[in-house]
Every structure is written in structure tokens, then in C-alpha cells.
């Protein structure tokens, strides 16, 4: 039961796959040689063709061997995978990754990574081993719904807070001509919070890159708003910032922290020094504004099929 096998997004296992092997964990290529099977992916169109697709996971597994699940997904869905592979015989732990310091460097290390979990049976004692080296922290829940619950209602404060501080540093470095004068520094937002905190250190140090990335709080947020929408409640705050989130993804930031928010909210300058490219929004701003959805098939590039395919979203944006 020392050997896992990894399947879902690569950049996850980067992260985490040193950790594992010093916890004495041997990576297989092949699930079928596996005694875990370790899972993250960034939709749950993927995650639901990983599993349940031709030739997917249940199919492949072999007896006894056990599912670990690190996505973020709706309850619902985790409870029906949790289900069918009860049914399929085999053992299933639900384990959300939730970070702590969404700005640090390095957000994967084990330090900064808690989960809420879940396992039939034994399964969370089979698992703690490989848990205990993933996580620093895990708080048991009473099915993989509530699991993923928890983890929802993390993500939502959080973003509340990264999100007012992007727009806290907005404001003074828009006002700052208006209080001390054109060539003056501009006035810090004073922290309200720990993480707050961390947000404006990370854009003060221009640490725009880390191991957390768009991608992934794109993903936990695109969960809540499929989860709203299963019981018809609006999220307005969530909304507004996966879209944001959505244009940096779109002007080429999908890889990078999520401190990169600030240089949406900066010149078009400052964000070509990092590699952003506006004319891409402009692009999708220009088909939104002239479409009438009949005879418009333009392709504005990889970043316009990464969101369809990823998230399911629409690229286009309204005047607001």
C-alpha cells in the first residue's frame, strides 16, 4: 500500500510528489500497480471523465486498492462519486486541498495545506499515512457533501479578503495625486487581517508567481457557483471575482498567484513587464460589443478555449 499513482493535474503532484517519497511512497505509472490512486483536477468534467469515462479509474483499479480525491467539487458531487465507488467495491477518501497563505511562494508545502475529509469504513485510517504527509492539518467530516462544504466556505471568506485588498490598493494608488501629490508614494491600505496581510506583502514584493495558482481558485470558485446554482442562490461576490479572475486567465495570468490580481487593476505597462497581453481582452470586449451571435466564429486563442474547455464560462464581457 506504499505505492500511489497520480492522475489529474500535474502541476499538483510537482508540488507534492517529493514529500510523498520521502515519506517512503513509490510512484507508479500505471494505476493498475497502484495501492492508491491520488486524484486532483481543476474541473469536474475532468474529474468525472477520470473516473467514470472509458477505460476510467473504477475500471482499471485493481482490488484494493483506494481512491483518494483532492479536488474541489460540488457536495453533491462528491457525494456521488463517494457512492458509485461503494458500489464498485472499492475504497473511497474525500480530501479538498485547502490553503492557508494563498500568496506564499511555495503554497503547496505541506505547512500550508489543511483538508476536511471523509472515508467509508476504514478508510481514513488506511489513508493517514499518505494524509498525514500532505497535509498538516485534517478535520473529519460525516460524509464527502459536508467535506467539500467546509472547504466552499474557507474559499469564499478568503476570496472576500484577497478581494478587498486588490481594491484597498486600487484606491490609494488611484488617489494618491489627490492626497500628496503626483511623484509622492502612495498611502498602504492599513491590514485588517492576517490574510489581507499576506495580499498586500505579495503585491508590495511583486511576487506574482507561486505554486497556488489562478487555475486552482478558479476551480474552488467555479464549485461554489455550481453549488449556488443546484439550489438556486446567488453568490454576487463570489461572481465578480471568479470573472476577474476569468480576465486575468484570459490576458494570459492563468498560471500565476493570485496576487497577479493587482496588475489587472494597474497600467497596461505594468502588466506586459509580466507577460500579460491586453489585446486579448480587447479582442473579446470588441467580439461582445459587434456579435450578434449568428455569424461571429473568431478564435481569440488559447486562452479563450482554456476557459471553455476548464471552466465552462463564457469569454465575452459585457460593457460593465
Known sequence: MSTYAFRGNPHFIEQIQERLAQAGFTREGEVEAAGFVITYCTTMTQLEDLYFGDDGLLQRMVEGAQMIDMSPVTPNFADEMNAVATLSGFSMVTAPVVVQDKMAAHALERENLTTFCYG?????????????TVFSAREERSSAAACQLARMTVTIQDTAQIM????????????????LGAEATPIAPAATTPLVADVLEAVAQKRFNGSYSVEMLMAELSSILMAADDHEIILPQVESAFHLLE??????????????????YGSDHDGESYGL????????????EES???????DFGEEDDY????????????SN
Open 307 to 318: 476557459l471553455n474547455e476548464m471552466f465552462g464560462v463564457s469569454t465575452g464581457y459585457s
Open 277 to 288: 497581453d491586453w489585446s486579448r481582452a480587447n479582442a473579446l470586449y470588441q467580439c461582445e
Open 292 to 298: 450578434d451571435g449568428e455569424e461571429d466564429d473568431e
Open 164 to 179: 478587498s485588498a486588490m481594491e484597498a490598493l486600487a484606491l490609494c494608488k488611484g488617489t494618491r495625486s489627490l492626497i
Open 120 to 132: 467509508e469504513g476504514d478508510g481514513l485510517i488506511r489513508a493517514e499515512a499518505l494524509l498525514e
Open 247 to 264: 480576465l486575468l486567465a484570459v490576458i494570459g495570468g492563468a498560471s500565476k498567484s493570485p496576487a497577479a490580481l493587482a496588475l489587472v
